[in-house]
């Protein structure tokens, strides 16, 4: 059970802010997959997106996210978000930042995805800094139960809006990687070693900053961690790096995977693969100086994952004194009442927030006001009077906003 105190304990370790500044104030979607609208008005506060299974309420989110990183959450494949039978798809909204707004766009063709501020094509460094995104879904999960991979993508993600460069960095990177795997591939006795050791050095450039840059995001993570937010277990983080610890400074970490890379050169041919590297590293978890994903309850690992996402959103608030837009898919899928509510609290207080649901009915009351979407077959409805709570007699007037 969570102490009745776990509310409080919110407010007293994330001391209240300001409302977000940047706010998504509508989105318009062309044949993005099963979803028909022409525009979307949003609320600054919570917008909850009610609709069964299957009717297009996760795809919704997925635009917005698709709208604050240049990219999806659910698939690789830019073509996948592409209604069946069209050539492409286009997503837009207007992003609002204090008093000025910018209009973003993402084009997805079977093809290509290109990406647009104010009209002007945009690389994906600069799309991915206009609209502050984070994202709570119940695969997320995987971040605690899942492998390495899965945390450092959970990392990557909050560094992007954090870290200038770090999209570049990662890129570059994986290109490295990539090159160094198809030269470690083939015959021993076939590889040019002058071009491998090329590769070896990029991995280092790249490679020592993306390190350096995670080691920092994650002391200050444990700076604004709060240990026992909804119960009295401790939650502890570690960066195991395959290129060791303990670096001060930037030139310590390149100076030290350089030497690990030429070590590993061995087995790496052995292998076939890069074993060294920023791509091979874990953020370790732990509740009560154990594995949370190992020995953690399901419900220990839920206030793990809450408490990450809190000081997420307390690093992006140190860096850029504003949170971020937050979107919940199937927000009580995976958290009971308490947690649930102790989340909402939080949420209301400082950002606008976007949460999908199947019954309405299922949720704890909601703090602040709430405006209301209902979807079903693709087709998005909105409440003509959003602020009104709905009453006895069937909730509120609906109205269409969509053809």
């Known amino acids: 059970m969570i102490p009745p105190a776990a ?71 830019a073509r996948e978000c592409v209604r069946h039978g069209e050539a492409e798809s286009v997503v837009r909204g207007t992003v609002r930042h204090g008093n000025a707004e910018r209009r973003l766009q993402v084009l997805l063709s079977r093809p290509e995805k290109r990406l647009y501020v104010n009209g002007r094509e945009a690389a994906l460094e600069e799309f991915a800094g206009q ?45 490295a990687v990539r090159q160094r795997n198809r030269l470690l591939g083939g015959a021993r006795g076939t590889v040019d070693e002058r071009q491998l050791e090329g590769w070896d050095e990029a991995m280092v450039r790249e490679g020592a900053r993306i390190l350096w840059n995670r080691l920092r995001y994650v002391d200050g993570l444990k700076e604004v961690l709060p240990p026992r937010l909804f119960g009295n277990e401790e939650i502890k983080l570690h960066y195991v790096a395959t290129a060791g610890e303990g670096f001060e400074h930037l030139g310590a970490v ?47 690992q839920r206030s793990a994952l809450l408490s990450l996402y809190f000081a997420q959103m307390e690093m992006h608030y140190r860096c850029h004194q504003f949170y971020p837009v937050f979107l919940v898919d199937d927000v009580e899928a995976e958290l009971d009442h308490q947690r649930l509510a102790v989340f909402l609290e939080f949420l209301a207080a400082r950002t606008q927030t976007f949460m999908t649901t199947a019954k309405e009915e299922t949720l704890p009351k909601l703090p602040g006001p709430v405006t209301r979407f209902r979807v079903e077959q693709g087709v998005i409805e909105c409440d003509r009077n959003p602020w009104r709570e709905p009453d006895a007699s069937g909730g509120p007037e609906r109205g269409t906003v969509t053809l």
Not at 65 to 71: I, S
Not at 274 to 297: C, E, Q, W
């Open 7 to 77: 509310g409080s304990r919110v407010q007293a370790a994330f001391r209240g802010r300001c409302r977000s500044r940047v706010n998504l104030v509508d989105l318009q979607l062309e044949h993005f997959r099963n979803l028909r609208c022409e525009s979307i008005p949003f609320s600054d506060g919570i917008n909850l997106i009610i609709g069964r299974n299957g009717q297009g309420k996760s795809s919704l989110l997925e635009a917005i996210y698709l709208l604050g990183y240049g990219k999806s959450w659910r698939t690789a494949v």
């Open 254 to 300: 390149e100076g030290k995977m350089r030497e690990r890379i030429r070590a590993s050169r061995e087995q790496d041919y052995r292998m076939g693969c890069t074993t060294v590297g920023p791509h091979r590293d874990d953020l370790k978890i732990f509740i009560d100086g154990k594995a949370a994903g190992t020995y953690g309850s399901a419900g220990q």
């Open 131 to 175: 609209l502050h995104v984070l994202a709570f879904a119940q695969t997320h999960l995987s971040v605690i139960r899942g492998g390495p991979a899965e945390r450092r993508a959970f990392l990557d993600r909050a560094m992007i809006t954090s870290t200038p460069g770090h999209v570049r960095h990662l890129a570059n990177y994986v290109r």
